[in-house]
């Protein structure tokens, strides 16, 4: 299997070499943002036209064939397209939160973007507490969307972004159970060694039933932190025209989608690392010859075609269920999510002290 | 109290009714899609029988219609799409007077296809065509003669 710490360990070397030390930092960071960058921007184009085309399957129609072979070039023009729109100036507006507001949002999931784990040693940020700091910097993005809210003096916006902080600060609370019940399982929380030791066997399987039980919950949570349907009240179109992002125009309103999409990707990547074992390939114990045939994948296309199927799940979700009432989500989330995830967390914790892990 | 109104319970009924709901849209993913490309597809298109997509009278060999001229199509229009010109003949043998028809004009431009003056025709003289590429670049080029 092809380790990219090598590769990332020679440009590190060459830059040592060539320039003086405080210089190098600087250009392995920038070198480091322009891949994350553009890793960011492909997945989200990526993203946006596999929402149309699954959506289309899911509702029996074909979706964009027109622009470009298979409607290839769809994306590209609606990107151009929100590109070249005006930014409206709102009367009454606060200029700088309001400016302010879709950067945020975009910069917490391009932060959150770079410590996903793509293959051994292809991954932006790796420390010690890797899972603490993915829902740290996810969580701000909350942020993002209440000054959005805010700012916009617009009455359906701020509505749009209270229901919206309310929803995803009581959803942290049952994804942080449920990653914290696979951290309990692997006794890491570095991202780098939480893959390493998946390729033994993935947690899902390794955890069993607590694991598959904080997996469910996860995917919920997830679904909600992503405010897509069925929890897509934030912006609930045909209660509050588009909810926080109504007053945005042109690439304002750009980040806002964009940021929406690649939070999917990157829930559906965090539960792929944690759950479904990253890069790691398949592993089944006693089969020796099919786990040594499945290492001969690399390492990215296990963990980008594990992340693209969970997104489908979601996807899949969002295009069957209807939306939530405000209560109906509140009650899901704190009379059901959060009791069987502290249980959950508990049966895990048993299961590991008495060794009933595989 | 049932099993499915307690706390428990209901977490599996939800479950279970959610798994419902995703089986359904699973079969629908799988389904062939009901899109129909138009341009493309022309040669092999099915259009309803009972699609309205413009109004004819049919002819006979001979070329005579069945419309007796008694103008109840017109009046049955809410538009006014339909104007009918007539002329008096005196028939030959009786010596009565009879309308017959001069011109039947109908504009495709401002008939709404609500088949109203298809239902008012007692003599069935009138009826829609399933031809529905209309598209015209004048629009007087919509104003059209139906009898001949
Ligand atoms: S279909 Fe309706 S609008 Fe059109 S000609 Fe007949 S009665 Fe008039
Ligand atoms: S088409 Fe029918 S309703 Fe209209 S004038 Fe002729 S016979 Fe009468």
Redesign the pocket.
């Given at each position: 299997m092809i380790d990219f710490s090598s590769i990332v360990t020679a440009v590190d070397c060459f830059l040592e070499s060539a320039m003086p030390h405080q210089l190098a930092i600087v250009v392995k960071c920038i070198l480091a943002a322009v891949c994350a960058l553009v890793a960011y921007l492909s997945f989200a184009i990526l993203m946006i036209y596999m929402e149309r085309k699954v959506c289309a399957s899911f509702q029996c129609r074909l979706g964009p064939t027109r622009v470009g072979k298979w409607g290839l070039l769809q994306v590209f023009s609606d990107v151009f397209k929100m590109i070249i729109k005006e930014i409206i100036e709102i009367k009454d507006s606060d200029r700088i939160l309001y400016n302010l507001a879709p950067f945020l949002v975009v910069m917490s999931s391009i932060i959150t973007f770079s410590c996903l784990p793509f293959a051994r040693g292809l991954q932006v940020l790796d420390f010690n507490i890797g899972i603490f700091f993915i829902m740290a910097a996810s969580s701000f993005g909350i942020l993002g969307i209440l000054l959005a809210g805010w700012s916009s003096s617009n009455k359906f916006s701020m509505i749009g972004a209270m229901r919206s902080g309310g929803q995803m600060i009581s959803y942290e609370l049952s994804m942080g159970l449920s990653i914290l019940t696979l951290v309990v399982l692997s006794g890491t929380m570095q991202i780098s060694e939480i893959t390493e030791m998946q390729t033994k066997g993935w947690f899902i399987f390794r955890g069993h039933i607590p694991a598959v039980i904080a997996f469910i919950i996860y995917l919920i949570a997830g679904n909600a932190e992503t405010n897509r349907a069925p929890f897509d009240l934030p912006e609930a179109e045909s209660e509050l025209t588009a909810g926080f992002h109504t007053e945005y125009s042109g690439m304002g309103f750009g980040f806002f989608y964009v940021a929406e999409f690649m939070n999917m990707f990157i829930i559906a990547g965090i539960a792929t690392t944690i759950f479904l074992g990253g890069w790691a390939p398949l592993y089944i114990p006693g089969l020796e010859g099919f786990n040594h045939a499945m290492c001969y994948i690399p390492g990215s296309i296990w963990f980008i075609g594990k992340t693209l199927f969970i997104v489908w799940v979601l996807m899949w979700i969002r295009w069957t269920f209807p939306r939530l009432r405000i209560d109906q989500v509140l009650v899901l989330e704190w009379k059901f999510l959060v009791p069987i995830g502290l249980i959950n967390l508990l049966i895990m914790t048993i299961c590991v002290v008495m060794g009933w892990t595989f | 109290m049932k099993f499915e109104d307690t706390y428990i319970g209901t977490v599996f009924y939800t479950a279970k009714s959610l798994l419902t709901g995703l089986k359904v849209t699973l079969k629908e993913f799988f389904t062939r899609k009901v899109t129909e490309q138009y341009p493309e597809n022309r040669k092999t298109l099915q259009i309803s029988e009972r699609h309205?997509a413009r109004?004819v009278m049919p002819h006979d060999a001979e070329g005579n219609n069945r419309c007796i001229a008694c103008g109840l199509?017109?009046m049955?229009?809410?538009?006014?799409?339909?104007s009918i010109t007539t002329k008096s003949v005196t028939d030959e043998e009786s010596g009565k007077s009879k309308k017959v028809l001069v011109e039947y004009s109908?504009?495709l431009g401002?008939?709404?296809?609500?088949?109203?003056?298809?239902n008012?025709c007692p003599k069935n003289a009138?009826e829609?065509s399933n031809e529905f590429e209309n598209a015209v670049f004048d629009r007087r080029k919509l104003v059209l003669r139906l009898n001949r």
């Open positions: - | 309205r109004l199509c017109s049955a229009c809410p538009n006014g799409t339909i109908y504009d401002s008939c709404m296809f609500c088949q109203l003056c298809v008012a009138i829609f």
